[in-house]
């Protein structure tokens, strides 16, 4: 079958390796020339993903009969609609459905009208005058987040990045006097917990849970610097994780699949991945927010381990026929990415990095190319992240150390790393502040 993959990052390399392993023919549109996806693939075409009629244009010409959504900006472009208009199956949501994440407003005024558990107080503002007033008299601490898409960079909590209210009234001026996310701003109750990642497989009906995984957002070990897309992330061979039971992840199940139920009963059935971001709080899960496609990090933990052919997912997702039957080894898994250096703040583009897939492969570990481009054979990083290492292993630690033998393999002047991703005293501290948080 010849399929199509929008993307060129991490999370399209690891999309682009799965379908490989099952067989499919593959086509990549991608606005970088990614090497490891353009090996794999029998035609790059070099574009801007939100670039619709040229991307639809190319899955025509190449007999694509299903396309794979990688990134967040195509399915608000309209792609998925445009190439279902064309006959051509889609592995991702329409732009209606697609609000589940492209705007945070309606994902919030969703679950409330349908009585979906794990729902945050909040209120949405257009007039920066509103937003300050709101910020001054909530009485609780609050996360400050542009309406629309941002790249996972966008949110900024009080207490944490935000420590006075003047910070709060500096960041609405920002958000609105720049555009940000749209021009237009939700403000939530805090959530105080640990985050954790569920993500489904959905053919609008049927919900297939994968494992849980854990991000890391913040550019510097332990948990310091500026918020990024995401420096590195872990999922356990149980595949729950260390400070989450069975029931919380039984609970955030029961949230998607209502939310699922929701949307079709609003006439916008949801069909693709759905990503659920969730803070374990001493009462149980809340939702931080939903996407509406993979994450990356954490696809490439979880399809790393993923049993069930990905083909075989994706034809039951768009033929509406997803079988519950989805199988992922019993191993844990550590991401760490390699980053330019100034990641986060000013990375330095355009510089050499080598990388020896086999000795990585040695190590008991993956390679997943991200924003990189290829030039002359050298591989150049870009102002985004640039590998994607995934250590696998019968446990978190031995993961982790397989991670970081690989990452031995990976070369550069100036490439950054945050270690502390998957080691035990920043996995273990995580616990402990769970294990206070339901004595409390």
Do not use: W
Request: glycine content about 12%; overall charge negative.
């Amino acid at each position: 079958m010849n399929v199509l993959v929008v993307g060129g990052g991490g999370r399209e390399h690891a999309l682009a390796a799965a379908l490989h392993r099952s067989g499919a023919e593959l086509y990549s549109a991608m606005r970088n020339n990614n090497p490891g996806i353009a090996r794999l693939a029998r035609e790059v075409r070099l574009v801007k993903e939100t670039d619709v009629a040229a991307v639809v244009g190319f899955a025509k010409g190449a007999a694509v009969e299903m396309a794979v959504m990688g990134p967040e900006a195509p399915l608000e472009a309209g792609l998925v609609d445009a190439l279902q208009a064309e006959d051509i199956g889609c592995v991702g949501p329409t732009r209606a459905a697609a609000r589940l994440e492209t705007s945070k407003s309606f994902a919030r005024e969703l679950m409330q009208r349908n009585g979906v558990p794990g729902n945050l107080r909040f209120a949405s503002f257009t007039d920066l005058g509103e937003a300050k007033r709101f910020v001054r008299d909530a009485g609780f601490e609050l996360a400050i987040k542009p309406v629309g898409l941002t790249g996972g960079k966008g949110v900024k909590v009080q207490g944490e990045h935000l420590k006075t209210v003047e910070e709060a009234d500096a960041y609405l001026e920002e958000i609105f006097g720049h555009g940000i996310g749209g021009g237009s701003v939700i403000l939530e109750e805090r959530a105080v917990g640990e985050e954790f990642t569920l993500q489904v497989f959905c053919d609008g009906r049927t919900v297939v849970p994968m494992p849980l995984v854990q991000d890391h957002k913040r550019a510097y070990e332990g948990d310091t610097g500026p918020n990024t897309g995401g420096m590195g992330s872990y999922s356990a061979e149980d595949h729950l994780l260390p400070f989450v039971k069975d029931a919380d992840q039984q609970a955030a199940l029961e949230i998607i699949r209502r939310t699922v139920e929701a949307m079709a009963r609003e006439g916008h059935p949801y069909r693709g991945v759905l990503y659920g971001q969730f803070m374990l709080t001493r009462d149980g899960p809340r939702v931080i927010e939903f996407n509406a496609r993979f994450g990356d990090p954490e696809a490439m933990n979880v399809l790393s381990i993923l049993e069930t052919p990905f083909l075989e997912v994706c034809q039951g997702i768009v033929d509406g026929s997803l079988s519950t039957n989805v199988s992922f080894a019993r191993k844990a898994t550590v991401c760490k990415y390699v980053v330019p250096s100034g990641y986060g703040t000013r990375p330095q583009a355009g510089k050499v990095i080598e990388v020896d897939e086999d000795a990585i492969t040695r190590e008991g570990a993956r390679a997943y190319y991200a924003m990189v481009d290829q030039e002359d054979g050298r591989i150049l990083t870009t102002t985004s992240r640039a590998v994607g290492v995934v250590g696998i292993d019968d446990t978190i630690q031995a993961a982790e150390e397989a991670c970081e033998r690989a990452l031995q393999h990976v070369r550069g002047d100036a490439i950054f790393v945050r270690h502390d991703i998957g080691k035990a005293e920043l996995v273990n501290r995580r616990m402990e502040h769970m294990a206070q948080l339901r004595k409390a």
